[in-house]
Nanobody, 121 residues
């Protein structure tokens, strides 16, 4: 089994910073890409940022210049540094990994359990 465990969510004042972490564990052969998505009640889950195993990054327009995604391949961990937080960044943030597990040997997507981020005005 593969697990993604997120940490670092919380309440922060507008303009503040927060850093999320997500560690993948289990029988992992290779992680192709990792990323962060977010979701608010009644809305679809939207991509925030993605990073490939080569380090290529992509960001949603709404977070460009404010959020930075990074990863530690040795630790199978992805981070999201959030700065200049706005109330509209409030959401449940989900970690995502596209990886090959030792059990299936097939690229498959895995999700973390989600962590709440609240930006107060």
């Amino acid at each position: 089994q593969v697990q993604l465990v997120e940490s670092g969510g919380g309440l922060v004042q507008a303009g503040g910073s927060l850093k999320l972490s997500c560690a993948a564990s289990g029988s992992i052969r290779r992680i192709n890409s990792m990323g962060w998505y977010r979701q608010t009640p009644g809305k679809q889950r939207d991509v925030v940022a993605i990073i490939t195993n080569g380090g290529t990054t992509n960001y949603a327009d709404s977070v460009k210049g404010r959020f930075t995604i990074s990863r530690d391949n040795a630790k199978n961990t992805v981070y999201l540094q959030m700065s200049s937080l706005k109330p509209e960044d409030t959401a449940v943030y989900y970690c995502y990994a596209w990886l090959v597990s030792g059990a299936t040997m097939i690229p498959t997507g895995y999700w973390g359990q989600g962590t709440q981020v609240t930006g107060s005005s």
